[in-house]
């Protein structure tokens, strides 16, 4: 049985930093592509970046790139997200997301691309 399991989320001040790692675990489980999003109250669940377990290249929603990294360890099967300059419009729970199987790099950004999700970690910017 396949789980993600999100840590790192929390309470930080507005410019602070956080890292969320997500690790994959399941007998034999090797995921192809894993991707973060997070959901605000009311709001859609948004891509915010993504990364080939393989090569490690990754795919960014234009606006993070600038504030937010996404990294792997194949080793452990496990995916950060450094996230830095916080903003009170960050608050949200963030999600992990983990797919097997070949994906364009276009498609990354698509929910309906992952065939895994982890349970959510809240972050919390305060102003």
């Known amino acids: 049985q396949v789980q993600l399991v999100e840590s790192g989320g929390g309470l930080v001040q507005a410019g602070g930093s956080l890292r969320l790692s997500c690790a994959a675990s399941?007998?034999?489980?090797?995921?192809?592509?894993m991707g973060w999003f997070r959901q605000a109250p009311g709001r859609e669940r948004e891509f915010l970046a993504a990364?080939?377990?393989?090569?490690?290249?990754?795919y960014y929603e234009d606006s993070m790139k600038d504030r937010f990294t996404i990294s792997r360890d194949n080793a452990r099967n496990t995916v950060y997200l450094q996230m830095n300059r916080l903003r009170p419009e960050d608050t949200a729970v963030y999600y992990c997301?983990?797919?097997?199987?070949?994906?364009?790099?276009?498609?990354?950004?698509?929910?309906?691309?992952?065939?895994?999700w982890g349970q959510g970690t809240q972050v919390t910017v305060s102003s």
């Open positions: 997301a983990a797919r097997r199987g070949p994906v364009y790099y276009s498609a990354l950004s698509y929910r309906t691309s992952y065939g895994y």
């Open positions: 399941g007998r034999t489980f090797a995921p192809d592509a």
């Open positions: 990364i080939y377990m393989s090569g490690g290249i990754t």
